[in-house]
DNA sequence: AGTTAGCAATCAAATACAAAGAGTGCTAAA
DNA sequence: TTTAGCACTCTTTGTATTTGATTGCTAACT
């Protein structure tokens, strides 16, 4: 267990890091951080600090940078709480009370909000269908030859999807195929909705086959499809000193560029709402260099998706965690009424 | 105007660049292209080839670099024909029978072989709406207080969006709406579609307000959104050394990110389907570094958008028009009973 | 007149070396 | 327990030197 001057010393080092992006000496903290000790005496602090991990050092004659273990402690007991200006409140404020339709635009209005104000990439992915059950599915011919299928959920949540034929399809058609595929799917879960499709398939041969093999080809492609996948400031990120470093470019590049990378960075595990991944914490080797904040985006028990921001592991935690309580407080209160 | 060994040593040298991303010397040529004459012949017909501003010299003891203007006489005049391998040509064929419903679809299947055969970034945008003719208007009821408006054009292009309301809407209503909107708006171009609008919100006061306000401001909305832009393999970039400079990969990203851009990009004037431009010739600044080749991509009449190819000015003009100039023709064939 | 061998001149890139400067770790004293 | 003091370490910066590739020019050759 850390003593408590230690703790200090520690989150000077950390704070003064996420600031200046320099191995942080110690003279710079006994100038800047109002430790009423010498330098010397920090310099001991320090030494212990790094014997037990919590500090690294890039060179012998270089000042001290925090390691894995340092942020992990700093993010636990050491956060600054609410570092959130009157300002940015008000741009929040300002911009969650735009008016959307569908989820997926709140989803992307929030990672857009979070990217603005914390100047970090954010990546977001719309609420998972795969536990939602369908409501009701819904038929609407376009032409004679184009079919729309649109599927409700038990949350709210819409999907749809076009299918083309080769042969004319009838209004008697279209009738019949909405009472036949709500007979069978409603109050089905999306993903395991394989099942009845096929048995569905098996009992209906009757029906052509031209018509109905490729409805459920289509609906079972749109209800597995990938989740979209929204990007917001990935040039924001070039901004920061770390990636003067072409590796770290290059990889935080390739990071963005790999869809299924970040769809399983964004639904792993879930303690809590929000979590903290930093560098080697995190699963994938890539990532060792970053930072990732995921944020379980949600009005009352409704999920609204997940958002990640993407940073150096000198993020600014405190700032991007407080935005983030923040808007989930704001949300929920802007809604308490529904 | 350059004589026949001139377009030759100019043609040796830009191939030779845009393989190695070295200056080319005079030495190299000759030994690696057949030009059955000593170096220091090929050396005055590069400094001459230099006097007229075909080639760049980076500075006195290294080789040639080919300017803008040389590019330029090489994609007008000297680009090989057909540059396209056999097993490149079975893999487009797969790609592009892969079955589609809606026409972004198409694109980004297109865009996405682009990018695979060629290793360069593809970006795209499904075909301009603005032009086209409302064919049809359909509401559909999700919920009793969900309303989906879908719209379809005479070129077969589908919208749709989501309305949601605070007051439920009945059966009826719907049906008044089906008919009203087709009334007004049926055959009205997508860009000419404010005044009709604005006309109907004014004549059918009657009908209650706080349904076909919301409706129509969504409708005009979705009408004028922006077109989705699609990337593919941005990090394939990163692997040509002219992205080791971190000016050049900084400013690729910052195009990337901005979608204004890249629209504009895509949108701006096409004297033919295939357009080249190199470099500087490019209109905005941020683009001098890069090339970009875009292809209007259509069956026929029928816009399937447009897609986009940014890559260095070392660009592989050759491979990249002749793969544009294959899928083009492909798509033709494979489509010509429709 | 066109071509080429030969060679000095040029310049970036690599190598080597020498300070300079920032910061630490340790010792001994307060 | 704290701290002043100082030797030690290691990066950074600057400068000079060498190396090597390539050109441009001249004079000879076909």
């Known amino acids: 267990m850390l003593d408590d001057r230690k703790k200090k010393v520690l989150q000077a080092i950390i704070e003064e890091y996420i600031n200046t992006a320099e191995p942080v000496s110690s003279g710079s903290l006994v100038n800047n951080y109002g430790l009423n000790f010498s330098s010397a005496t920090i310099r001991n602090e320090m030494a212990d600090l790094e014997k037990s991990g919590y500090l ?3 060179h012998t004659s270089a000042g001290r940078v925090p390691s894995a273990k340092g942020y992990r402690l700093y993010v636990d007991e050491l956060l600054r709480d609410n570092d959130i200006s009157l300002e940015e409140i008000k741009y929040i404020s300002e911009k969650l009370e735009t008016k959307v339709n569908e989820i997926e635009d709140l989803t992307k209005i929030t990672a857009n909000t979070i990217s ?27 032409g004679s030859r184009m079919l729309m299928a649109v599927i409700l959920t038990d949350t709210g949540l819409v999907k749809e999807t076009i299918i083309k034929f080769d042969e004319d399809i009838t209004d008697r058609q279209v009738e019949t195929l909405n009472y036949m595929f709500n007979n069978k799917l409603k109050g089905q ?11 569905f398939l098996f009992d209906e041969m009757t029906y052509s086959v031209n018509v109905i093999k490729p409805i459920i080809e289509q609906i079972k492609k749109v209800l597995q499809e990938d989740e979209k996948i929204y990007l917001e400031g990935a040039n924001k990120a070039f901004d920061l000193p770390e990636f003067n470093s072409l590796e770290v470019a290059k990889n935080f590049i390739n990071v963005l560029d790999t869809k299924e990378l970040i769809a399983d ?20 080797d890539k990532l ?13 028990d409704k999920d609204l998706g997940t958002i990640g921001i993407i940073g150096p592991k000198r993020m600014d935690y405190s700032k991007v965690i407080s935005v983030m309580k923040y808007i989930s407080k704001k949300l929920n209160d802007n809604n308490q009424n529904n």
């Open 189 to 199: 879960p999306f993903d395991k909705i394989d099942r009845p499709l096929e048995e």
């Open 288 to 300: 060792k260099d970053f930072s990732i904040v995921t944020f379980k985006h949600k009005i009352g």
């Open 56 to 58: 690294d050092k890039p």
């Open 116 to 142: 603005e104000i914390t100047h970090y990439t954010t990546v977001s992915i719309g609420p998972k269908t795969n536990k939602q059950l369908i409501e009701e599915i819904k038929f609407i011919l376009l």
């Open 265 to 284: 960075m964004l639904n792993s595990g879930f303690a809590q709402d929000i979590n903290v991944y930093i560098g080697e914490e995190n699963e994938n």
